[in-house]
Every structure is written in C-alpha cells, then in structure tokens.
C-alpha cells in the first residue's frame, strides 16, 4: 500500500500542480452535462516500382470516440466517461492489416461531498475491454501458411471490472483523484484461451508457466481484491494547446501486492482550427499477468475533430 501511494505521488503531482494554477474551482451547477468527442486520424504514405530510396506503400487510421456524462445534485456527484478507440495499419504487401489500438473503457465515480471541502465520500466503477481479436505474427511463416496468425484475444477476452468505495479529491472535472483500499478485481476470459487437458502429462505445468492474464487453467475469471488509485488533469498549456494525463494504479492484496499494476496515458492536443487538429499520444502499462515488462504505445497524427 505505501509503495501504491508513493507511485501515485509520483505520477500525480506534476499533473495537479500544473493544473491546480491553471483551473478555478467550479462553481456548483445542478443537473445533466454532456459533452463528448469524434477524432479521426489518417496517415499514408505511396510509392512507385521506379521509386529507388525505398519504402512501402502503407496507410493508418485510427477513430477515437470520448464521451462525458456527468451529473450534481447539491452535494451529489457522479461523473460518468466513455472511450472508444480503434487503428489499424497496412502495408501494400501484407495480406492482413493490423491494429495499432483497440480500446473500450467506461468509467464512473459516484460522490458524496465532505462538508464543504473538495473531499467526497466515493464509489468508482471501471470497466475495459476491446472490440477486434488481437492477434500474434508468425514471421517465419508467409501470409498464405496455416498458423502465420494465432487469436490471442477478443472482445470480453480479457475485460476487467474494477469497483470499490473510497475517497475522492475533486477540484472540478479536469482535476481530480480518486483513492480506493478496498477494490474488488474481476478479470474475464474466453474459456478457449485457458483450455488445457489435464489428461495429457505435463500440459497443466506448461500453462501455469504462462496463464492467460493470470487466469487459471479451464477457468474463465480471476478475482482479486486489493487497493486502487485513478486520477485526471486537464489543462492547457497555452492557447490552442491542452495537455491530458490518465494514471491508474492497481495493488493486489492476495498475490505479489509488491507488482503495482500501471496504466499512464498522456495526451496532448494541439488545435490548428476547430476541425483540424494535431494529436500525440504516450501510453505506457505495466501489468505482470499480461506480460513481463512495460507495454509502451506512442502515436502522432493530424486529424479532423468534432466536438459535441
């Protein structure tokens, strides 16, 4: 729990101290706000046969989708958000595309203010999935021979549910933080995955080496209860430019609670008109049932943007 603490310390506090100077407290307003987000982001790049610098000719998108539904009610608060995102790219001499993101992620936290502070008595709800089957490349193989590609995973498979009461600190809906000790952790699979045939002599020892998200063999689920922190800061950095930071840390009480699992998002957001905008976006994940080490993703695009 207090290395939990300490790596949100880390993380978090250049995020609110940015922020905190940059964004007044709000004033209390009663009732539904909605205001949601469509980006789209394409890149591609064509060469010909008498082209001698080489290069493949190639495309990617990527359609991002974030959505907000938050509500108050005196001294009430539930802040509610959607994200959607998909991309893919594909080179000219590749039978099959492939993804650069997949992710679908609700989250909700539910409050009760503490006198008049920015402190609230908290229920969250996270839930992640994705919508397309991933897949491993065997690069050995070509595109035409059986196993150049193995499912590894699929929509629901994995999905987590995270949920618990706790404590939030909210200055307003671009700052805040979320602190839960008591978080209860399902994570869910497709039983294909974890398909093992106990009969076969050392079959059960090769999977336990490597489980399938951490789920047993012939199992469906996992469950684990530990403590959780999330927290957001949005500000701007100048005009046209804002800056986006998502930190997620998880501890499990019931196994290895030392491996905090990490989840840090960075967006920044560089506005030319209000449909055209620059996007570059850092993400970085830790999360020793997935795999051992960190899963670093980074993309930079220009884009057409749509508010609501």
């Given at each position: ?10 993380f978090a506090a250049p ?120 897949y491993e490349f065997n ?170």
């Amino acid at each position: 729990m207090k290395k939990l603490l300490l790596l949100a310390v880390l993380f978090a506090a250049p995020m609110l101290i940015s922020a905190q100077e940059e964004t007044p407290k709000d004033s209390i307003q009663n009732g539904w706000t909605r205001s949601g987000n469509i980006s789209l982001l394409f890149n591609q790049a064509a060469f010909n046969h008498e082209w001698t610098g080489g290069g493949t000719s190639n495309y990617s998108g990527n359609l991002s989708l974030s959505y907000d539904f938050n509500y108050r009610r005196d001294k009430i608060s539930w802040d509610n958000r959607l994200i959607g995102e998909y991309g893919i790219t594909k080179n000219r001499d590749d039978k099959y595309s492939r993804k650069t993101n997949d992710r679908l992620e609700f989250n909700s936290i539910l409050g009760r203010q503490i006198k008049e502070s920015n402190w609230y008595a908290s229920l969250f709800l996270n839930f992640k999935t994705q919508f397309a089957p991933g897949y491993e490349f065997n690069e050995d193989l070509t595109p035409n021979d059986e196993g150049y590609r193995t499912e590894t995973t699929h929509f629901l498979s994995p999905a987590y549910i995270q949920f618990g009461p706790g404590l939030l600190w909210k200055k307003n809906d671009n700052l805040y933080v979320n602190i839960s000790p008591a978080t209860a952790k399902f994570i869910l699979v497709d039983k294909e995955f974890t398909a093992v045939d106990e009969t076969v002599p050392g079959a059960l020892d090769a999977y336990n080496k490597n489980k399938y998200f951490g789920v047993d063999a012939n199992k469906t689920s996992r469950f684990e209860f530990g403590a959780s922190v999330s927290a957001y800061a949005k500000f701007n950095i100048m005009a046209n430019i804002s800056a986006e930071n998502i930190l997620n840390l998880y501890s499990n009480y019931l196994e290895d609670p030392q491996n905090v699992d990490i989840d840090y998002t960075f967006n920044l957001v560089m506005n030319v008109n209000k449909y055209i905008t620059t996007n570059v976006t850092f993400q970085a994940i830790y999360d020793d049932n997935a795999v051992q080490g960190f899963q670093i993703r980074e993309a930079l695009g220009v884009g057409l943007t749509y508010g609501f």
